[in-house]
């Protein structure tokens, strides 16, 4: 074939007539994608009282706060106006248990500001529990914005807690959002307070199908959850339970950056860390069927000191908490030369400095820690009484009595099992091989410079939380002696800092809970 005829196959159309085609067709999709989205929803999580700028591990700036988080706010807020989007501003839950200021007055400070900047609804979380029942009917009636708790109910009723409604519908600017909130079903009842045998926690998979029935019954667009679940739960969520467009979850160490979505253009799955260092932007254009949700567009906002400007209104409200809650938690305890990290898989240095400041406080012979109690690292640099509280928030008492060493043996054992807390020790050291069999993975205690002797008693202290730990308070129970201190694990932490020289990460180095081999704590072992 020859090239003129190539040229007459392929001759090129006129330009006038191909600009007929496309361009519309390009007008079409360019104005699709520009349109603006049809609801932005900002949401946070884990606040737990961190409404002040704090340093954190990492960052070379502090966290901005609450005054640069609300500034952030109205950004959006004003740039949406401009363009008619409705703003929704959520959170997850965990608002205020903390921090000394997150505590002033049990929670009345953080529930203050997020009227101020203007919420629509939260979740409860666990750490929300921590006063109380009344406390939290307090709260509710306190705030401008609904609490949610869809599997929290009356005990040995179906009706909704007095402080939570189950599930509602917001309509902004003709979208109708429903809305229904889920904390976790293994609350830990002996660990509660009292006022809350009052309440049943339902299995949540359950309580968020009926919600999501019943917010389609009554004409939601979109369905948002506000869960408490955790990133693993939160994903089996959306591949449980059909009709939930958007899970904005809380709870737990894993965090998305980028949200992920159920296969097929289902359920969106968002969530980041807490203690006020981050939020989202979540822009959404929504459709009809049952893709809901046809576009989505996310930002995170990272919560740092100097990214904007303070809002002033803000800004002279938290100096106001400041003043009531007392300038000594500013007042500095010592020094740390290094960061002091804990995990909660095996010893570490944190842990080993708590458990310390508890055998040191209760002037016994052993003590014991649960890891998960500790909350925050100390880091590098002056010591105040703000940090320490930022380390332990739980008012948690230390308790003492006598034991036998054979019931030593036997909380260790039990600490060595995967499924339980790897407790901290003081004034032990064990050595231990994770590959034997329960009950002989202890290979041997010494009690000081003295090896553990099973019918010997020996004095030792322990939190109150971990006197009622199921795992542990048989054993316990079989101690004599008992005595409640009074003494706050908290304040034996801040007396032990006060009390010594400059600490650093070698002072308190893993050598006490030993693994055959010479590697240390039970992550190494697995």
Known sequence: MSSKRLVGIFRPAPIAGVLFLFVPLFLAAACGRS????????????????????????WNARTGGYA?????????????????????????????????????????????????????ATAIGAGDFEFGYLNLVRLSGRADFPFL??????????????????????????????????????????????????LDFREPASAARECVESLRARGADLVVALSRLGLEENLALARRVEGIDVIIGGHGSRTLRRPVRKPGGGTLVYQL???????????????????????HRYEVFVN??????????????????????????????????????SKKD?????????????????????????????????????????????????????????????????ILEESLDPATPFLQVSG???????????????????????????????RVAVTDALAMNPVFSGILREGINWRMTGLLVREALADLIGSREPIFFGTFRP????????????QAGK
């Open 304 to 341: 740092q000191e100097r990214s904007r400007p303070h809002q002033l209104e803000i800004d002279s409200h938290l100096a106001e908490i400041r003043r009531k809650t007392g300038g000594d938690w500013d007042r500095v305890l010592g020094l740390a030369l290094q960061n002091v990290t």
């Open 346 to 410: 095996g010893e570490s240095p944190l842990g080993n400095l708590v458990a310390d400041a508890i055998r040191r406080s209760a002037a016994v012979e052993v003590a014991f820690h649960d890891p998960g109690a500790v909350k925050a690292p100390l880091l590098e640099g002056n010591i105040v009484r703000r940090d320490v509280f930022h380390v332990l928030p739980e008012n948690r008492v230390i308790v003492a009595m006598d034991v036998k060493g054979s019931a030593i043996r036997r």
């Open 68 to 120: 640069v988080f609300a500034s952030w706010v109205e950004e959006v807020r004003a740039e949406n106006r401009g363009r008619g989007v409705p703003t929704l501003l959520l959170d997850s839950g965990n608002i205020f248990y903390g921090t000394p200021e997150g505590h002033f007055r049990k929670g009345e400070a953080v529930v203050d500001l997020m009227n101020r900047v203007g919420y629509d």
């Open 428 to 458: 032990l050291t064990a050595r231990y091989d994770p590959s034997l069999a329960a009950g002989e993975r202890l290979l041997g205690v010494e009690i000081g410079a003295s090896p553990l002797e099973d019918e010997s008693y020996y």
């Open 511 to 522: 050598t006490r809970m030993v693994r055959a081999g010479g590697q240390r704590s039970r």
């Open 149 to 198: 708790a869809a599997n929290v109910h009356r005990r040995g009723s179906a009706a909704p807690a007095d402080f939570a409604q189950a599930c509602l519908v917001r309509e902004v600017n003709g979208v109708r959002v429903g809305l229904f909130g889920l904390t976790t079903g293994r609350m830990e009842r002996d660990l509660l307070p009292g006022d809350l045998d009052r």
């Open 35 to 58: 349109r603006p989205p049809d609801l932005t929803i900002i949401h946070t999580n884990d606040l737990k009282g961190y409404i002040l700028p704090v340093q954190v591990r990492g």
């Open 273 to 295: 860390e807490g203690y006020g260092r981050s939020a989202g932007r979540i822009d959404l254009w929504l459709g009809d069927g049952a893709d809901r949700v046809r576009r």
